[in-house]
């Protein structure tokens, strides 16, 4: 599973990084804590990191039960297919906030992807034991 | 662990559905990203996924740890209690927050007696091991 | 890793008594669901129980990879310093949202120290084995 771990790290460093981003335009375009609005390149950064914050919480378990019921070096293949999503999404979000779907989109599909197996393998290591 | 695994992903598909939700009301009721306001029915479904997200965070790893420590098909038994819970809180949320309680506490309830139940199995395990 | 499951649910605890804050200063200053906003004190108490469930987003799958693939009762001594950090950050942001810093500083400087701890463990892991 140590794939699995190191893109379980990476995914929450780069989710660390957004967090990152949102404190700098907190100071840039001074939003006074505890306010979240303000400044619209505020809210783009504040929304991403609670976008990609709410899409962990679905992708961080759908993977390690992937990786566990089925298989982890696929698991952790599809796992960096949702950090890819994410950049994507902190890159065209913060652009203009109408393309962010592409980004999105791969994130959730990598998810679901991983959901699906998660699903299938436990079903399947139920009956078999 | 299997019905703990199944328990886990089926909340986290919950969990997506929930999302979804919010992303038709975005379209419904014209609230462009990065607003999280401006539509009443619109921040009812932010504010039930954003709930269900925070959680999750405790669910989850709650959930787990009794499964581990204590008792898997009990900790199953008693996360399914936690879907039904926010089922009904999306539910009555939607029609009228005031009436969000029920849901909340029987969701909230579950979590609680699983994390209970982690901490008493885990010093268990620590005194008798 | 029982001390690592004890932390966890210590740490769960602490998350779910900031919620209950959120809950009473709704009632106190009258903010009616799904409102987030309409006054300075309930609006802290929201922003330090988010802030806390983003942070232990990060925080708990890093602790749990540290002390698996590191050192378990290490991981726990460095997961307690989240804790104090995090009641910290607390007790300054709902006095003076300015001093929230040191908290902050203190639980995400034990998330990081993990996270790195989590991936030179699992870089060797897969190395040596």
């Not at 990476?10 to 700098?24: E, H, I, T």
Request: aromatic share 12%; proline share 3%; glycine share 8%.
């Amino acid at each position: 599973m140590e794939w699995v771990a190191i893109v379980t790290v990476l995914a929450l460093l780069q989710c660390a990084l957004f967090s990152f981003m949102v404190g700098r335009a907190r100071v840039k375009y001074q939003i006074r804590a505890p306010a979240v609005a303000g400044h619209e390149l505020f809210e783009r950064s504040h929304r991403i990191h609670a976008n990609t914050v709410e899409q962990l919480v679905l992708f961080l378990p759908a993977l390690w039960l992937c990786g566990w019921y089925l298989e982890p070096r696929a698991a952790a293949v599809v796992g960096s297919l949702f950090l890819i999503g994410r950049q994507l999404y902190f890159n065209h979000y913060l652009e203009q906030p109408r393309d962010r779907g592409t980004g999105f989109l791969l994130g959730f599909l990598a998810t679901l992807t991983l959901l699906l197996g998660a699903l299938g393998g436990a079903i399947s290591s139920l009956i078999l034991h």
